[in-house]
């Protein structure tokens, strides 16, 4: 079935460095959802993504769909311990397959 | 406010008790859906409803029930709950299904089965 990998699974990082975290799947991605988890709380909506190679922006937060439509990824520019929590991609319109999740922490 | 609710909030129970565990949101939306979270898994679907009486299974449909008599609530039922059933559960919502929509995150149920 199709999956979608997600890495790093971990990552620390000083208050003020980038972060980023990247999600692969082997079959072409109608879609790419962007979700974060604070500790303790559920997941909530980021952006979405559809069309191929495209690029949106949130503030210090960077998404972009691959060109093939088969990757994605989530930028932070300059991390504050706001951005703390984990992040995941998921793919779907009525089924969904989620990544497996980039727990972010950062050092202040 | 727009909400989803889900309840019991903590739940530890022994194995083979019948549970449901409560969600409802007050959106009016056509779309809800079940999830549990595991360490290192992700999250993953457990069922999902496109609308009134209309339900399919997602990944993981294994020694769960669902039903969706009404728009707005959507029980999960563990007819004869097993330990590794132990899990944190999240009901979501959308506005319909399809690839636009966003979905809303009830708050949880960390469910423990001894």
């Known amino acids: 079935g199709q999956q979608v990998m997600q890495i790093p699974q971990y990552q620390h990082v000083q208050e003020g460095e980038d972060f980023t975290t990247y999600c692969n799947s082997s079959t072409t991605l109608s879609n790419i959802q962007w979700y974060k988890q604070r500790p303790g709380g559920h997941p909530v909506f980021l952006i979405q993504?559809?069309?191929?190679?495209e690029v949106k922006k949130q503030k210090r937060l960077t998404f972009q769909f691959g060109e093939a439509k088969k990757n994605s990824s989530l930028h932070i520019t300059a991390t504050q311990t706001t951005d703390v929590g984990t992040y995941f991609c998921t793919s779907g319109t009525y089924k969904y397959i989620f990544g497996t999740g980039t727990r972010l922490k950062v050092l202040a | 406010e727009a909400q989803v609710t889900q309840n019991p909030r903590y739940l530890i129970t022994v194995t083979g008790k019948k549970l449901t565990v409560t969600c409802s949101q007050n959106m009016n939306h056509e779309y809800m859906s079940w999830y549990r979270q595991d360490p290192g898994l992700g999250l993953r679907q457990i069922y999902y409803?496109?609308?009134?009486?209309?339900?399919d299974k997602g990944d993981v449909p294994e020694g769960y029930k669902v039903s969706r008599k009404e728009k707005r609530n959507f029980p999960l039922i563990l007819e004869s709950p097993s330990p590794n059933q132990t899990s944190l559960y999240f009901c979501a919502s959308s506005f319909r299904a399809g690839r636009a929509y966003e979905q809303y995150f009830g708050p949880g149920t960390r469910l423990t089965v001894t």
């Open positions: 409803s496109m609308n009134v009486e209309v339900t």
């Open positions: 993504l559809v069309k191929s190679g």
